[in-house]
Each structure stands twice: as C-alpha cells, then as structure tokens.
C-alpha cells in the first residue's frame, strides 16, 4: 500500500458518499505533504476527525465511486443523475485529480464560520477548487 493510499484508508471511515451535504471539499496536490499538514490544522480548530473525508490516487477513486459501481442500484442511479449539469462537471474534475495522484479532502461544516475556516486552511495549504456543497447547490469559495 503506497502512502496516498495510507491517507485515504486512516482518514476516511465514511465510505461512499452519494452527495455531501454541509461540506467544504478542496483538491491538494501534493497529498503526501499537503493533507498532514492540512489534518493538523483542521485538529487545531477542534474539527472531530469523523468530520474530515480524505480520498487520494485509486483507493480514493474507488471509494469515491464515480459511477456508483460496487455501492447498489440506488448510488449508480444517484450518479447517474449527477453527471448533468454543474454536479457532473464537478464530479468528472475530481475524479481527473484523483487519477493523477492528487487528493481531495473534505469537512463536514455546520456553519457559516467552520466553512470559512476550513476553506482557509485548504486555501493556506495549497488547495484548489475548494467548494462548499449545500442543499442543491454548490458555492465556489
């Protein structure tokens, strides 16, 4: 097992998830040295560490799931419906990061502040495209 996929198995209990409600999600390139340094923070601002989802490389992708394989009939059909429109292109792009190697990591936010202090902290770390997932929307942040 490489260290990406170390990350992705010790950080990420949650198994698939259809769509992240009340999420910040970013892309970290350099998963090796950027998700650490992001978990760090993330405990420093007392974020519970059942709230943070890491997916990296192919273990990641698989449990990721874009097209739902291996969760049921009701996750590929969920996927199924999210590949039109923003929700699809949103999916597409981090499967792409996924399979060169990134990570994607996310935290479960329960308000307007956690929101915006963990898009700083994956901003800080160098993380990109970093979105906060709400009911039936997604905001750029």
Known sequence: MTNEEEL???????GFVGYPTDHVYGIVDNPAKDVPEIMGDLLALDVATEA????CCQKGLEELAPSGKGYGLKARVQRILQTIGYEGEQLRRVQRELEKGHAVVG???DDREAKKAVA???HKRGGHDVHYYAR??????
């Open 120 to 122: 700083a902290v994956l």
């Open 136 to 141: 039936f929307t997604i905001e750029d942040l």
């Open 107 to 109: 935290v479960a936010v």
């Open 8 to 14: 992705t198995v010790s950080a990420n209990r949650h």
């Open 52 to 55: 943070i989802h890491v997916y």
